[in-house]
């Protein structure tokens, strides 16, 4: 049994699978193992990989079964004290998994770390940030800390955040299983986009702590840019123009599915900006997306089964209210 398990999910990576490995291979922490699950790629991604690595197994799946449950799969199929997320697109610096794990063994009481995440771009590394972890704000709009801004060492310091990315999370196996339900890690209901958001939110009500850890830093092709600081709705609009109709369709959806499973019993100034910022979507979305308003006749006819959910992450709750109203920003 490896201390860490590292689980890597391919689709159409041909562009990064390479560096993605080279990069992992060249860790100076090497207690770990690793686990390779193709969603049903059509490029050569899995040709790059028997060629380079002829080694390595890979699980082929005919379909893309999507991140959450790719990722559930590989997490069952391991045994690991820690759970180590791989994009394909991202590349490590050497010490990467050494810097991580140092500081997750300090801190036995926390179940998520991230490092320093800076963006890649046309397989370059830069100096601009693409996630520190994740600000969770008042009317649960959930962004990538630092995202877009230049690194100037303004986030260097090793400190407690809302919760970490899914781009490359390490996680405590135990606080995986503790906040395990139906055999899901990830929600799989989400298919894709912010299961990482819903698992930072269900493993804080359940006591377990985040960190991210800026000495360890890893480089990131995002594919899908969020938008991120304290925008304004009319630049919120503006941004949600430019991103594709499968990334608009299910943010949407699943924020709602996010919503009904974790929103906790907030007080009246913190409840008043969530319904707030949902109304001025949904009027957005009643001009400019038409399309997506079929996902309110989706989420009302699943509204039991997340309300089934919901109370299964109360009955593990052991955040305080003072201790949720803290996350806020």
Known sequence: MSKVAVNLVTWNGANYIKGCLDSLFNQTFTDFSLMIIDNGSTDETLELINEKYPHLKIVKHRNNLGFAKAHN???????SEY???????????????AKLVAFADT??????????????Q????????????????????VIDLGAGEM??????????????????????RAALTAVEMDKQFFDE???????????????????????KVPPAVAYHDRSVALPQKDMSKLELAKARRHRSKFANYYS??????????????LKPKH???????EFIKFFYILFFETANLKIIKEVWAERHRFQAKRRLIKAKQKARTEDIDSWLT
Do not use: M
Request: proline fraction near 4%.
């Open 73 to 79: 799969q590989a997490i069952h199929w391991t045994d």
């Open 83 to 97: 759970v180590l997320l791989l994009n394909q697109d991202i590349l490590l610096e050497p010490d990467f998994i």
């Open 107 to 120: 801190r036995p009481d926390s179940g998520a770390f991230t490092g320093k995440i800076l963006k890649l």
């Open 122 to 141: 046309d397989g370059q590394k830069t100096k601009y940030i693409d996630s520190l972890g994740l600000r969770l704000f008042k009317n649960h709009r």
């Open 151 to 172: 690194d100037d060492s303004q986030y260097d310091a090793v400190e407690e955040v809302f919760g970490v990315s899914g781009a490359i999370p390490l996680y405590r």
């Open 189 to 211: 209901d989400f298919f894709s986009y912010k299961e990482d958001v819903d698992l930072a939110y269900r493993l804080r009500s359940a006591g377990w702590k985040a960190f």
């Open 252 to 265: 949407y959806r699943n924020h709602w599915y996010f919503l009904i499973k974790n929103l906790p019993d």
């Open 271 to 277: 409840l008043l900006p969530v319904l707030w910022f």
